[in-house]
């Protein structure tokens, strides 16, 4: 199985700040890496799908990069509706795959 | 507007059985893949099983395979997921999901979620 992980686990920031969440996957994937958001009690989202492409009604603070094994997850600015856990998937390999999670708190 | 509402979650002893549905709306329902995708309280995302928009392909992670069946009536646009030999570990709620594509396999995503629906499995 392709083992997905993400760091930091958890993170304090303030409204405003840059965030960059990093994804690394223990082989190579491609592109086929998607990430999602969830607030507490609330149904996944998705945010980003094959690495960089903003699903739609995302807001363009968001953005994903990279490819290969490496990859990101950057809030241009943070804002309220924003701090929530998220998961990096890969979907390259069955069975498809979740990293642990990164939950972002206010500072 | 998509629609996904699942159903038949509940409490059940160790050993037994439950059928989960997921009442698809708002889209073209055969053009794609579902998916079944669970989350353990206070735990991370676990994807389950996917199913091809024709039923021709299956797909299960190792935990459940032989004890888990995923199936779909494209003619009710509903999703299903038969639970038997049900454990401790499967306590979760469990999300439907539409895939992005109609065969799960590579450039796929969870496009819309359900509200879900909640197993637990307990004496």
């Known amino acids: 199985d392709i083992q997905m992980t993400q760091s930091p686990s958890s993170l304090s920031a303030s409204l405003g700040d840059r965030v960059t969440i990093t994804c690394r996957s223990s082989?190579?994937?491609?592109?086929?890496l998607n990430w999602y958001k969830q607030k507490p009690g609330k149904v996944p989202e998705l945010l980003i799908s094959a690495a960089s492409s903003l699903h739609s009604g995302v807001p363009s603070r968001f953005s994903g990069g990279g490819s290969g094994t490496d990859f990101t997850l950057t809030i241009s600015s943070l804002q309220p509706e924003d701090f929530a856990t998220y998961y990096c998937?890969?979907?390259?390999?069955?069975?498809?795959?979740f990293g642990q999670g990164t939950k972002v708190e206010i500072k | 507007e998509v629609q996904l509402v699942e159903s038949g979650g509940g409490l059940v002893q160790p050993g037994g059985s439950l059928r989960l549905s997921c009442a698809a709306s708002g889209f073209a329902f055969s053009n794609f893949a579902l998916t079944w995708v669970r989350q353990a309280p206070g735990k991370g995302l676990e994807w389950v099983s996917s199913i091809s928009g024709h039923s021709g392909s299956t797909f299960y992670t190792d935990s459940v395979k032989g004890r888990f069946t995923i199936s779909r009536d494209n003619s009710k646009n509903t999703l299903y997921l038969q639970m038997n030999s049900l454990r401790a570990e499967d306590t979760a709620l469990y999300y439907c999901?539409?895939?992005?594509?109609?065969?799960?396999?590579?450039?796929?995503?969870?496009?819309?979620w359900g509200q879900g629906t909640l197993v637990t499995v307990s004496s």
């Open positions: 998937q890969q979907s390259y390999n069955f069975p498809w795959t």
């Open positions: 999901a539409r895939d992005s594509v109609v065969v799960p396999a590579g450039q796929d995503s969870f496009s819309y």
């Open positions: 082989q190579s994937i491609r592109n086929y």
